[in-house]
């Protein structure tokens, strides 16, 4: 089954040699990537929404190096080995969107994001890898989904903006949302650093219509000893942009330990 539904007049999307099609003619060609543009410019609140591409390519390099491999991994044990269609929102460049795809084995799995330059990257990786059409990377916006009503099994949301509703909207009755949000502890040194006052993070409220299942925690350690790995994160890092050009030269020329503390929270639609 196909969950995509056109971004202009809502009815199903259907695949075509070229890309995807309604049946009011709507068509979106895939990119040569190999994903597809269902982001209407109507939709387009700037050129370029979502994350720039530096900061997609460094969070890329950061991820390769496999520094946050613990996430991923602990991700594919927490997911419902049941999920058939599973959507990853705020995709980002895809490292955790092809890690769950891997963890499901038989699952469609709809990678989105708003910014291009990180689904070009994310596709790209999965044709190379040769993931076929059981992962499906589109150009989307999370406030409004080109998903069928009560489409997906399963949505994973990894430190990414969402709307409620539309969470709702598109999840099965019974489906699961697992969230990911930074914890307490996570890149403590690193704010320490920043700010003078470093502010606790916000508690993920419960998305209205959700019950919380289970909340678990994963604390690491994280050594960085590659200057170039240590400017990838703060090259990533929104809050490390507002540091001065002064601070960020001595935090890439020092050996960087910190901690990455992350908070899972799986949650059911009622
Ligand atoms: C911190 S990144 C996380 C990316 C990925 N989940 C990961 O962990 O590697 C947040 C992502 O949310 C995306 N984003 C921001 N606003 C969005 C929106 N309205 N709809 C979809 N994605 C959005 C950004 O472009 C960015 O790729
Ligand atoms: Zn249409």
């Known amino acids: 089954m196909n969950a995509l539904s056109c971004p202009l ?31 209407p410019v109507q939709q387009k609140h700037s050129r370029e929404p979502g994350d720039a591409k ?30 058939q269609q599973v959507l990853d929102i705020g995709c980002g460049e895809g490292y955790f969107t092809q890690g769950i795809a891997e963890a499901l084995g038989s699952a469609q799995v709809y990678g989105m994001d708003i910014a291009k330059a990180g689904v070009r990257l994310a596709a790209k990786t999965a044709k190379s890898e040769a993931m ?4 499906i990377y589109a150009v989307a916006s999370s406030f409004d989904l080109p998903l069928a009503d009560e489409s997906m099994d399963l949505v994973t949301r990894i430190y990414a903006p969402s709307k409620d509703a ?3 909207r598109v999840i099965k009755s019974g489906g699961m ?10 890149l403590l040194g690193l704010r320490q650093r920043i700010y003078r006052e470093v502010r606790p993070h916000q508690l993920t409220p419960v998305p209205e219509g959700f019950r ?33 050009a002064e601070l960020k030269a001595s935090l890439i020329n020092e050996l960087f330990v910190d901690r990455m503390d992350f908070t899972l929270s799986l949650y059911n639609k009622m």
């Not at 007049?9 to 269902?38: I, T, W």
């Not at 697992?178 to 502890?185: D, F």
């Open 9 to 39: 007049c809502r009815l199903p999307l259907m695949l075509n040699s070229q890309g995807v099609g309604c049946g009011n003619r709507h068509q979106f060609d895939r990119a040569k990537e190999g994903y597809l543009n269902l982001l």
């Open 54 to 83: 530096a900061q997609l390519q460094a969070r890329r390099q950061f991820l390769q190096a496999g520094f946050f491999l613990p996430l991923r991994q602990r991700l594919q044990q927490v997911l419902p080995a049941s999920a």
């Open 132 to 135: 076929g059409t059981r992962l």
């Open 166 to 168: 539309e969470l709702y």
């Open 177 to 186: 949302l697992v969230i990911v949000s930074p914890g307490e502890q996570h």
């Open 212 to 244: 919380l299942i289970e909340q678990q925690s994963l604390l690491a350690d994280l050594t960085i000893a590659q200057p170039e790995l240590r400017a990838a994160l703060l090259d990533m890092t929104p809050f490390a942009w507002r540091m001065s």
